[in-house]
């Protein structure tokens, strides 16, 4: 029923987002702000937000439920993937609706329900018709509120999560991302992925009881973001959110997410794949944390298309001229804390591994050197912001766009920040904070080659 978390593969997909081509949605935008709909936020006394967005699709309404706790929340040795874990556990049942009591409900609702997991957030949400607004609310308060599972279904849960990272093992990009955060990070909580340390998955069937610590720490409302969409209004939201959500207890537990340290010395890693699989190479440097204030983050997002993109001078001569490579993709994603400016490259022949890896570094190197054409930043923030714009078709597609942003900021305004903030990046500025941050000392390397392959 639940998506099995953000995978490695996933994760590369989704970083070619900003690289395609779009036709402009620009009719759609009042006052010059990216996202283009009324919406109003309401916060209820125990720190439960609600953002409810009216719109003119009718008949439909998406409910997505942010809740901010991930792997990066996960600090005590030991206890990795419990984030994960729990969006499987909150489908197996509450106090009031057995599972598949809850399923009958959705059924009847004709609902699509799903969840996923990242380093930052767990996001659950139902798309159904208006009617059934109501008993879907109440519905989602039992189990944020009231989640009752027995300890042989929790069993069950672990030893599928075990399942399920046994076969992500499968798949090399897994590994390589597994590696490559393992090495970069000495310190915070991002050096474990969403999955967690195969040896913590291996004893979760054995921590039924501090699973029951882990829900009452983050399952709280100081913690959870509320998202409708749809054919609603922001009175009826209100009162059902009020009805349903009002007696839930606020929390008490802050997690000690510790600072990862200044990296001073390059660090590199290599893996050798038991099977046979085209090499990998992975080149990070480690880069800022999501703001739509300063303008380190929005410069290199600006940048990552330019330099390693689809329409890059490298793409073009490794992918479509020489062909030494088959995939190229930069992924720098939206985070609470420093996170990887990563390239990631499969190459097709072990011989071309040094050549294709010096040729990445020094796109990075060009960067903080040359200054990027005004023309190709103008050329390129028109097409991220209006990719995004065009990404708006449906009520469902509105939430799911502003999920990872509620995560971060819990105000859809935090979009039109970051927007506005991309059209004041420089190529100046594009190459001071390329240099910032493209530094050899910042810089982790991993390889992942199999012997089938080098020979």
Known sequence: MTSRGASASRRLAVALIVLTGFTTAAAQQKNNNLFPYEYTIDDLDNGLRLVTVPTDYPNMVALYIVAQTGSRNEVEPGKSGYAHLFEHIMFRGSENYTPDERDAVLKRAGAETNASTSADRTTYYEIFSKEDLEPVLKLEADRFQRLRYPEPAYKTESLAVLGEYNKNSADPTEKLDEVLHETAFTKHTYAHTTMGYLKDIEDMPNQFNYSLQFYNRFYRPEYTTMILVGDLTRDRTLE?????????????????????????????????????????????????????????????????????????????????????????????????????????????????????????????????????????????????????????????????????????RRTPDTINKLFALYQQVTPQDMRTIASQYFKDGNRTIVTLTSKAARN
């Open 240 to 408: 059902l959110t009020k009805k349903y959500f009002g007696g839930w207890a606020r929390g008490s537990y802050v997690p000690d997410i510790p600072a990862e340290p200044p990296q001073a010395v390059a660090r590199s890693a290599t893996i050798d794949w038991p099977a046979p699989t085209l090499p990998w190479i992975a080149v990070a440097f480690k880069g800022p944390a999501y703001s739509d204030e300063k303008k380190d983050k929005a410069a290199l997002d600006l940048l990552s298309p330019i330099a390693f993109g689809q329409n890059s001078d490298l793409y073009h001569r490794l992918v479509l001229d020489e062909q030494k490579v088959d995939t190229l993709i930069p992924d720098f994603g939206n985070h609470p804390d420093p996170e990887l400016f990563t390239v990631y490259a499969r190459v097709k022949n072990a011989k071309d591994i040094d050549d294709v890896r010096e040729r990445i570094l020094a796109t990075f190197a060009r960067f903080t050197n040359e200054t990027v054409d005004q023309a190709k930043l103008d050329a390129t923030r028109s097409r991220i912001r209006y990719s995004f714009a065009l990404r708006l078709s449906s009520s469902a597609a509105i939430a799911n766009s502003l999920a990872p942003y509620i995560g971060l």
